[in-house]
């Protein structure tokens, strides 16, 4: 699928990728995003033209940190305040996956969905990349999408989209 360029503004965090513990991090984010209500102030500061959360990593060239953005997709960033970050997401064709269901109605803590997510990025660049025909276009951005199917469902889903460009 090719996508223009787009705006993503929300709340995120800086993490230190050569040091390991930024899945930690990223984790202890996620908890504070639900318990802080992030999500619903972000809504309602930024309006956005529709529901959906972008949730991606931007390297830092050669220092090894890394910004994560959980975010959703802006017009502009007029009504960004001081507390959140801005991510202009670069023009590419990405190769869409939706990761197999799971139910998620009774756990709150959502387990299985973050444990599906991971075994899907796995199989991505384990197995899907091998025989594709694609490589990964390392000068664009990944991320994951997150919107109303993936909102305590007896069939939870969301989208990852993952920057390619054709084999040589």
């Given at each position: 699928?090719?996508?223009p360029a787009f705006k993503v503004?929300?709340?995120?965090i800086e993490t230190n990728v050569a040091e390991g513990n930024y899945t930690k991090d990223?984790?202890?984010f996620w908890s504070h995003y639900d318990g802080e209500n992030l999500e619903s102030n972000m809504y309602e500061i930024l309006a956005p033209p529709r529901h959906g959360e972008v949730g991606l990593c931007v390297p830092a060239a050669e220092s090894g940190n890394?910004?994560?953005l959980l975010g959703v997709i802006v017009d502009d960033y007029s009504g960004v305040t001081d507390e959140m970050l801005t991510v202009e997401v670069p023009e590419a064709v990405y190769a869409v996956f939706t990761t197999p269901p799971v139910d998620t109605?009774?756990?709150e803590e959502q387990k299985d969905f973050a444990q599906v997510i991971k075994c899907t990025w796995k199989y991505i660049f384990?197995?899907?990349f091998k025989d594709s025909g694609y490589v990964y276009?390392?000068?664009k951005l990944d991320y994951e999408f997150y919107d109303e199917r993936c909102h305590s469902r007896v069939d939870t889903v969301m989208?990852?989209?993952v920057p390619v460009r054709a084999r040589l």
């Open positions: 699928m090719h996508k503004a929300g709340y995120g990223i984790a202890s890394a910004t994560y109605s009774k756990d384990e197995e899907w276009d390392e000068g989208e990852i989209y």
